[in-house]
């Protein structure tokens, strides 16, 4: 079979129709990076969850704003998969940035000038798996839900 330009174009367009569109298809090296900026200062972080979805890492990120005495609050909520958390969880070991609380759902905790930036696991769906069926769908390939807080000071 003598395989043309045009014909294995069609099989690889083939192939990738085959793949669900919500599977993350990211190398390490990837993870760690776009870990490394949301592990650290404020403007790395926004620009880290802006990244999330055109680079696959996840299907949404949900980013909500508000103010609370004189402070704004940014929130960005997505879904990771095990090796991306475990980029992140490295991150913030290496960077010394982590809670060690079993109490809290708070995963790394540190400050950038006045902003203060927070990793939590509301859920934390690794160690309990009571809300697993209500958050990830079973086809995802999601195993934690990350939550993002910048607060800063407004003015």
């Given amino acids: 079979m003598k395989l ?53 890492l996840t299907n949404s990120v949900k980013e909500i704003s508000r103010e609370e005495y004189q402070h704004k609050v940014t929130d960005y909520h997505f879904k990771v998969t095990q090796s991306f958390y475990d980029a992140i969880l490295d991150q913030l070991k290496a960077k010394k940035y982590t809670v060690q609380s079993s109490l809290t ?18 859920y934390n769906l690794i160690m309990n798996p009571k809300y697993r069926d209500i958050v990830l769908r079973s086809d995802e390939p999601y195993v934690e839900h990350i939550q993002v807080t910048i607060t800063e000071p407004v003015g």
């Fill in 4 to 56: 043309t330009a045009k014909k294995l174009k069609q099989m690889i367009l083939q192939e990738m129709t085959q793949i669900p569109a919500h599977i993350p298809t990211t190398d390490p090296g990837f993870e760690r990076k776009v870990a490394d900026l949301l592990t650290g200062e404020a403007a790395n972080v926004k620009q880290a969850s802006a990244l999330l979805e055109p680079a696959n």
């Fill in 105 to 122: 759902d708070i995963i790394g905790e540190w400050t950038d000038g006045d902003a203060k930036i927070v990793i939590r696991v509301p």
